[in-house]
């Protein structure tokens, strides 16, 4: 069992900047597919940023390219999403995610991570 944790999340102004952390219990946290997902109410969860076990490949929502910045440190064991120029319409509950699946592709499907946290709400004010 993995357990994940998100840190972070908050009210911040448009325009503004937030990075998030997501701590894995999980170890070597590297050898995991990790992704960050988001839900805004009354809409379905979706892709913001994924990256592939190896590291080597990432995959963005169209919405946050430019903006957001998916990284890992695999001594600390942390996913990090930084997340610059925020828009109202980035309010959502943000989930991080990972798989012990090891495939070279990423992974932007919710259905194909099989461990996730509890969220951190990121809110963003016009």
């Known amino acids: 069992q993995v357990m994940l944790v998100e840190s972070g999340g908050g009210l911040v102004q448009a325009g503004g900047s937030l990075r998030l952390s997501c701590a894995a219990s999980a170890r070597p946290f590297a050898n995991y597919a990790k992704g960050w997902f988001r839900q805004a109410p009354g809409k379905e969860r979706e892709l913001v940023a994924a990256i592939n076990w190896i590291g080597g490949s990432t995959s963005y929502a169209v919405a946050v390219q430019g903006r957001f910045t998916i990284s890992r440190d695999n001594a600390e064991n942390t996913l990090y999403l930084q997340m610059t120029n925020l828009k109202p319409e980035d309010t959502a509950l943000y989930y991080c995610?990972?798989?012990?699946?090891?495939?070279?592709?990423?992974?932007?499907?919710?259905?194909?991570?099989?461990?996730w946290g509890q969220g951190t709400q990121v809110t963003v004010s016009s």
């Open positions: 995610a990972a798989s012990s699946t090891r495939v070279p592709d990423v992974k932007i499907w919710p259905y194909e991570y099989e461990y």
